[in-house]
């Protein structure tokens, strides 16, 4: 039985987007809101080989730019339309921080390569301190996009070994099966490959995608619809529904995804389809049929292209996520945008007879309306660039000593008060547009940064390698952060300085709960390198917000870890020099800066929570009291407020890490703390 309509499917779309928008509105509400993603993905496996399918059953062949003049006439349309607006709007709603980067997602989204574009920046979407643009949500659009290149090629492919094989119908299905099956189970290893190894760019990549979208064409070759077993279908039907729903509710941010745990999303989405038309005794009709239901899976291509969009800019103008209430209020925003999307730009340009008619015409429309987008992108960027041009302009009006007494960066603090702008100067180094290129030198030479999380213990050297006087720099991301003001004391004094930098590895005896095992091999081996070297000193610091295992010392998790550490490096003949952590930045500190130039004291944030579990290391001080701690928090904060800019100069350069021109500012306060020569 052949079935052009399908009202379940609809169902479906309906429940994916309802799915993916509730887990962005509220991921506590359907913590796992993101497999809706993965429904989408079958079902359009599914229909897509469906459509080929038939074409090629009735001709024997397949109309490569038919087909894509197709899928560009129901893709194009709505999401070059989010596309403009975005990139129109980002200098009303975005930050100046996030304008280069909006615009090169935006170029990514128009040519639907937005997936690979977050690979290579390594962001994980369900666990990510990185900030969310307007575009991100466009990575599953271009997935689809590279499979509907992919497969048709593939389905032509067994089209042509069908017909040369002359067997008939069952040569094309045998040849499907074999390409598909095989494509597939590669893809889906690949993913299993991916997660175990925990790359957050398997939730991307379409590699470890495609199998999703492939085991819908594999449905779409296999299934034949019938009237009978009622029973069956309907149990079937009730048992995908329910798949879809427990992976909704029990997955979890934290869930390794997609990995076996997509299966629940998949097989689901193939149950229902494959279930088809229900009727009697369990069916769902009466809930699918329904029209609001019918309506939803109309406009879900709409409503998930406008609904990100949508929630990056509240979360921006509104400087948090929304509430329960400003939650239904933008959802019903995001429902007006797609109904009107659907009814006056989606399905017009679908369907005019000017386009349908003429396959050259859509694809060539296509493309024009892709260069004018790409192009497009270039507004932001160019408006960032002036913006830059102007702050550079009055950052080099600041007079950038670093000596004691001055009033540059940290020297602002030391006399008790925390002056943000000094000397009548508002300008601000470095330049909050491009704060994160503001890095220490322990990332630039001689060592990098892919080389601090390897499975082997790499030291870093500075100053003179001839020196009796040996310094080792030892710890994860907070302690490398010192290396710069470090290196030039090494240069200054005639230090051999050794830097041990592991990422997300507190250098101690007890294991950040955070890759806690990688942690404690590198851990180890740093301990063996400095019982051979001998170091005349160590200085260390760490995340302060980092939690530990608790081993069942009897104390507070990471207190006994560091302090007998502590006392065994003094016991080799090492002084031990801890830095305090430093206090967190508010959440997108740089671009709060950015938006109050004139006036950053408005971005202070109350001290009481930036400072949580500073005083771990003060309770592991008392258990090795040869151990010197230096704190320098007071150049951050002052009695209630932790300042964004101290003496025109920008601290932190992203959630956590503070930018090198402050860490170099903290030089003459860490000489004074750590002596020139040790016993």
Not at 19 to 48: A, C, E, K, N, Q
Not at 304 to 323: K, Q, S
Not at 438 to 444: H, K, Q, S, V
Request: proline residues 5%.
């Amino acid at each position: 039985m052949t079935r052009r309509f399908l009202p379940e499917v609809q169902a479906l779309r309906a429940l994916a987007v309802a799915l993916v928008v509730i887990y962005h509105l509220r991921p506590d509400v359907i913590p796992g809101g993101y497999i809706g993603v993965d429904v989408f993905f079958v079902i359009s496996g599914f229909l897509i080989t469906g459509h080929m399918l038939r074409e090629v059953r009735a001709t024997g062949r397949l109309r490569l730019g038919h087909f894509w003049a197709n899928r560009a006439r129901r893709i194009l349309p709505a999401s070059l339309l989010v596309v403009a607006v975005v990139l129109l709007t980002t200098p009303i709603f975005m930050p100046i921080t996030d304008w280069a980067e909006i615009s090169r997602q935006g170029i990514a989204s128009v040519l639907y390569v937005q997936n690979w574009a977050l690979v290579g920046n390594a962001v994980d979407y369900l666990a990510s301190d990185t900030s969310a643009t307007p575009f991100q949500h466009f990575w599953s659009l271009a997935v689809e996009e590279q499979f509907y290149i992919l497969w048709p090629l593939v389905v032509l492919a067994a089209a042509v070994v069908a017909h040369r094989s002359r067997r008939g119908p069952r040569a094309l299905t045998a040849a499907l099966l074999v390409a598909f099956g095989v494509l597939i189970a590669a893809s889906f290893a690949w993913n299993l490959i991916s997660v175990n190894n925990q790359d957050p760019a398997a939730y991307f990549a379409t590699t470890t995608r495609l199998w999703e979208l492939g085991a819908g064409g594999l449905l779409a070759v296999t299934l034949r619809y019938t009237e009978r077993f009622r029973l069956a279908r309907s149990a079937l039907a009730l048992a995908g529904f329910g798949a879809i729903a427990v992976g909704a509710l029990a997955l979890t941010a934290k869930t390794p995804f997609p990995g076996t745990a997509a299966l629940l999303p998949v097989l689901g989405t193939m149950a229902v389809i494959a279930a088809g038309r229900t009727a009697g005794l369990g069916s769902l009709s009466w809930i699918v049929d329904r029209a609001p239901v019918q309506w939803l899976g109309n406009v879900s291509y709409s409503l998930y292209l406008w609904h990100f969009p949508a929630i990056v800019w509240f979360t921006e103008y509104a400087d948090g996520e929304p509430t329960k209430l400003e939650s239904l209020g933008l959802l019903g925003l995001m429902l007006v945008a797609a109904s009107a999307s659907y009814t006056f730009v989606e399905q017009p340009l679908r369907s005019t007879a000017w386009l349908k008619n003429h396959d050259p015409r859509s694809l060539g429309l296509a493309a024009t309306s892709m260069a004018l987008a790409c192009a497009l992108t270039l507004v932001p960027t160019m408006r960032a660039a002036g913006v830059e041009r102007e702050w550079d302009a009055l950052a080099d009006t600041i007079d950038v000593s670093t000596e004691m007494g001055g009033s540059y960066g940290a020297a602002a603090a030391a006399d008790g008060e925390l002056d943000v702008l000094t000397n009548g100067a508002t300008a601000i180094r470095p330049n909050p547009i491009n704060a994160e290129d503001d890095t220490e030198i322990a990332l630039r030479s001689p060592c990098e940064e892919p080389e601090f999380s390897t499975g082997s213990s790499k030291v870093c050297e500075y100053g003179d390698p001839t020196s009796d006087t040996v310094v080792a720099l030892i710890g994860d991301s907070h302690a490398r952060m010192l290396s710069t003001p470090l290196v030039n004391l090494a240069e200054e004094r005639g230090w051999r300085l050794l830097g041990f930098y592991h990422n997300s590895c507190p250098f101690s005896y007890e294991q950040r709960d955070l890759k806690a095992d990688s942690c404690k091999l590198l851990n180890e081996e740093t301990m063996e390198q400095l019982r051979e070297v001998r170091p005349d000193a160590v200085v260390t610091s760490y995340l302060g917000k980092s939690q530990f295992r608790d081993t069942g010392t009897g104390m507070e998790p990471g207190v006994k870890g560091f302090a007998d550490l502590w006392n065994d490096l003094y016991a080799l003949g090492a002084d031990v020099y801890v830095v305090k952590a430093v206090p967190d930045a508010r959440p997108k500190a740089a671009a709060c800066v950015a938006r109050n130039y004139d006036r950053p004291e408005r971005c202070a944030i109350d001290r009481d929570k930036v400072m949580v579990n500073r005083e771990l290391v003060d309770k592991a001080a008392e258990l090795a009291p040869h151990t010197s701690v230096i704190d320098l928090t007071d150049f951050f904060c002052g009695p209630d407020k932790c300042e964004q800019v101290v003496g025109n100069v920008l601290v932190f350069r992203d959630t956590s890490h503070i930018t090198d021109a402050f860490a170099l500012s903290l030089q003459p306060y860490l000489a004074q703390a750590i002596p020139a020569r040790f016993p």
